[in-house]
């Protein structure tokens, strides 16, 4: 080797070892404890998070043995306490400067993540969430509740046809009940329902019985996702990936806009006669003309992402725990079949029944429909964190996972207890030092999810239809489905399949 090289070669490796000891010992989060490998570099947490992908779990040991804030990297702090919620995510108050969104985190070209109402700055933030909140109104909900019973009636008739089939009965509870994969079924059911709202085009899925490309494409997009954040964070692989996403083989495959560009210019076409997103957000707004081929893409990309994938992780997380709690199980599905007629299976019903409800939350704090942790940075000046001051620009966050199985936050956090979250549960003992407003599984601040409403109506329809047509049982090879290695996630969650036997209730 010359001795130019060999300059070169020494000179790169004493300047990362001067980077290594200002991170370690000269750096403003040095006194903030966390692993001495995380505070050199972003290598070992993208390691967990997108090679290993089982980040999610492993925030919560990196709490269990550094306390409530953990330096996660070399700018980065963990939190895991409902005061870290409302410091990083709440509501600007005086006094209190509101934490941006982390440009890295949300630099992902071709997804939803990017040029978006999600990754906007806050006063266009503020003008799409106005032009947006007529989707999801009480006059929207209303309106769509018709769409979203023909779906839930579908996955019956569905679901009906295979138990009556397999059980060699009519379908009336005659028969043995045959045994479907109920993760596919319902990601079937909320695709078809959140196509048809957000682009006037169910895809399918039901019918044919087989997940449709595009819902196969954004499950296995997550890795890629999170590899290309962490291109953003290296000053040559931001480069590498700005040149390679600028090709179109990429671009396109990236993006999946040609899928979604054809569905919403066909939904353009078809007018406001039906109550779908789209409708209820043009017939709201004067400005139809701002509504672009772009813009119109992106919302459609984006309330398709938004609704599916996460409502059928939630679906799939409450079916599980059901069937495996057999306290919860049984009261329920007393609640449920106390409807007398299918036809009252209504939103204004189903809104009633408390445990329903309290169902679908616990099953979102056992698993949260995002494991990632959804990043903000230091304001201008820096900013006041659960007592602790961050530099500006350091990224915070708080992630929901490790955050709802903590001791401090939540007793016996591993058991799947829907009681907790009944108002009767301020006078039981076990519930008493729950920290509920740790959980936010809708976002929290001005930036929390419009859809909630929509989100808790339809998969209260779903449930409701699925335990009053039918006797569900575990498959005995699935009762560890909730603890397989397999169950891991990036972005969105990759579940396994999970065999449930079906035995349609006699009328």
Same mark, same amino acid.
């Given at each position: /080797?010359?001795?130019?090289?060999?300059?070169?070669?020494?000179?790169?490796?004493?300047?990362?070892?001067? +980077? +290594?000891?200002?991170?370690?010992?000269?750096?403003?989060?040095?006194?903030?404890?966390?692993?001495?490998?995380?505070?050199?570099?972003?290598?070992?947490?993208?390691?967990? *998070?997108?090679?290993?992908?089982?980040?999610?779990?492993?925030?919560?040991?990196?709490?269990?043995?550094?306390?409530?804030?953990?330096?996660?990297?070399?700018?980065?702090?963990?939190?895991?306490?409902?005061?870290?919620?409302?410091?990083?995510?709440?509501?600007?108050?005086?006094?209190?400067?509101?934490?941006?969104?982390?440009?890295?985190?949300?630099?992902?070209?071709?997804?939803?993540?990017?040029?978006?109402? +999600?990754?906007?700055?806050? %006063?266009?933030?503020? /003008?799409?969430?106005?032009?947006?909140?007529?989707?999801?109104?009480?006059?929207?909900?209303?309106? *769509?509740?018709?769409?979203?019973?023909?779906?839930?009636?579908?996955?019956? $008739?569905?679901?009906?046809?295979?138990?009556?089939?397999?059980?060699?009965?009519?379908?009336?509870?005659?028969?043995?009940?045959?045994?479907?994969?109920?993760?596919?079924?319902?990601?079937?059911?909320?695709?078809?329902?959140?196509?048809?709202?957000?682009?006037?085009?169910?895809?399918?899925?039901?019918?044919?019985?087989?997940?449709?490309? @595009?819902?196969?494409?954004?499950?296995?997009?997550?890795?890629?996702?999170?590899?290309?954040?962490?291109?953003?964070?290296?000053?040559?692989?931001?480069?590498?990936?700005?040149?390679?996403?600028?090709?179109?083989?990429?671009?396109?495959?990236?993006?999946?806009?040609?899928?979604?560009?054809?569905?919403?210019?066909?939904?353009?076409?078809?007018?406001?006669?039906?109550?779908? @997103?789209?409708?209820?957000?043009?017939?709201?707004?004067?400005?139809?003309?701002?509504?672009?081929?772009?813009?119109? +893409?992106?919302?459609?990309?984006?309330?398709?992402?938004?609704?599916?994938?996460?409502?059928?992780?939630?679906?799939?997380?409450?079916?599980?725990?059901?069937?495996?709690?057999?306290?919860?199980?049984?009261?329920?599905?007393?609640?449920?079949?106390?409807?007398?007629?299918?036809?009252?299976?209504?939103?204004?019903?189903?809104?009633?029944?408390?445990?329903?409800?309290?169902?679908?939350?616990?099953?979102?704090?056992?698993?949260?429909?995002? $494991?990632?942790?959804?990043?903000?940075?230091?304001?201008?000046?820096?900013?006041?964190?659960?007592?602790?001051?961050?530099?500006?620009?350091?990224?915070?966050?708080?992630?929901?996972?490790?955050?709802?199985?903590?001791?401090?936050?939540?007793?016996?956090?591993?058991?799947?207890?829907?009681?907790?979250?009944?108002?009767?549960?301020?006078?039981?003992?076990?519930?008493?030092?729950?920290?509920?407003?740790?959980? *936010?599984?809708?976002?929290?601040? %001005?930036?929390?999810?419009?859809?909630?409403?929509?989100?808790?109506?339809?998969?209260?329809?779903?449930?409701?239809?699925?335990?009053?047509?039918?006797?569900?049982?575990?498959?005995?090879?699935?009762?560890?489905?909730?603890?397989?290695?397999?169950?891991?996630?990036?972005?969105?969650?990759?579940?396994?399949?999970?065999?449930?036997?079906?035995?349609?209730?006699?009328?």
């Amino acid at each position: /080797m010359s001795s130019t090289w060999l300059l070169v070669v020494c000179a790169f490796v004493a300047y990362r070892l001067s +980077i +290594i000891l200002y991170n370690l010992f000269a750096h403003p989060l040095s006194k903030v404890p966390g692993p001495r490998h995380y505070a050199v570099s972003w290598l070992p947490k993208f390691y967990r *998070q997108v090679y290993r992908a089982d980040y999610w779990k492993h925030a919560k040991t990196l709490h269990e043995r550094y306390g409530p804030v953990v330096r996660v990297g070399p700018d980065e702090l963990s939190f895991c306490s409902s005061r870290a919620l409302d410091d990083i995510y709440g509501v600007k108050t005086r006094g209190r400067a509101e934490f941006p969104k982390d440009a890295v985190f949300y630099d992902v070209r071709g997804t939803p993540l990017n040029d978006s109402m +999600i990754s906007a700055d806050q %006063p266009t933030h503020r /003008m799409l969430r106005k032009q947006v909140a007529p989707a999801f109104s009480e006059k929207a909900m209303k309106a *769509q509740e018709p769409i979203i019973r023909r779906y839930a009636d579908m996955l019956v $008739a569905e679901l009906r046809d295979r138990a009556a089939a397999a059980g060699h009965g009519d379908g009336d509870g005659d028969g043995d009940g045959g045994v479907v994969d109920i993760v596919d079924w319902v990601t079937f059911a909320t695709a078809d329902v959140m196509a048809d709202l957000s682009t006037g085009e169910s895809l399918y899925c039901m019918e044919r019985g087989e997940m449709d490309p @595009f819902v196969d494409m954004i499950l296995h997009v997550s890795p890629f996702i999170g590899l290309l954040q962490l291109f953003n964070r290296l000053p040559l692989t931001r480069l590498l990936y700005r040149l390679a996403s600028s090709q179109k083989g990429l671009k396109t495959w990236l993006e999946t806009v040609d899928i979604v560009a054809q569905k919403a210019e066909k939904r353009e076409r078809m007018g406001n006669d039906r109550p779908d @997103f789209m409708a209820m957000i043009w017939a709201e707004n004067d400005d139809r003309e701002s509504w672009t081929r772009d813009k119109i +893409i992106n919302f459609a990309q984006l309330l398709f992402f938004a609704g599916s994938e996460t409502s059928a992780t939630t679906l799939s997380v409450v079916v599980f725990h059901l069937l495996t709690n057999p306290h919860a199980y049984k009261r329920l599905v007393e609640e449920i079949r106390s409807v007398r007629h299918d036809d009252d299976i209504t939103f204004a019903r189903l809104a009633t029944m408390e445990y329903l409800t309290a169902c679908i939350d616990e099953g979102m704090r056992m698993r949260p429909v995002v $494991a990632a942790v959804i990043p903000r940075v230091g304001p201008p000046g820096g900013g006041m964190v659960d007592g602790l001051f961050v530099p500006e620009g350091t990224t915070v966050g708080v992630p929901q996972w490790a955050t709802h199985h903590m001791d401090a936050n939540f007793a016996e956090h591993n058991s799947y207890l829907p009681e907790r979250w009944l108002k009767s549960s301020a006078d039981d003992p076990r519930f008493a030092a729950d920290d509920k407003a740790s959980f *936010q599984p809708f976002a929290k601040g %001005p930036r929390n999810c419009l859809g909630k409403g929509f989100a808790y109506g339809m998969m209260r329809m779903f449930l409701a239809k699925l335990f009053w047509h039918f006797d569900l049982d575990l498959e005995p090879e699935d009762r560890d489905w909730d603890a397989r290695p397999d169950f891991s996630s990036v972005v969105f969650w990759a579940k396994p399949k999970m065999h449930v036997r079906l035995t349609p209730v006699k009328s």
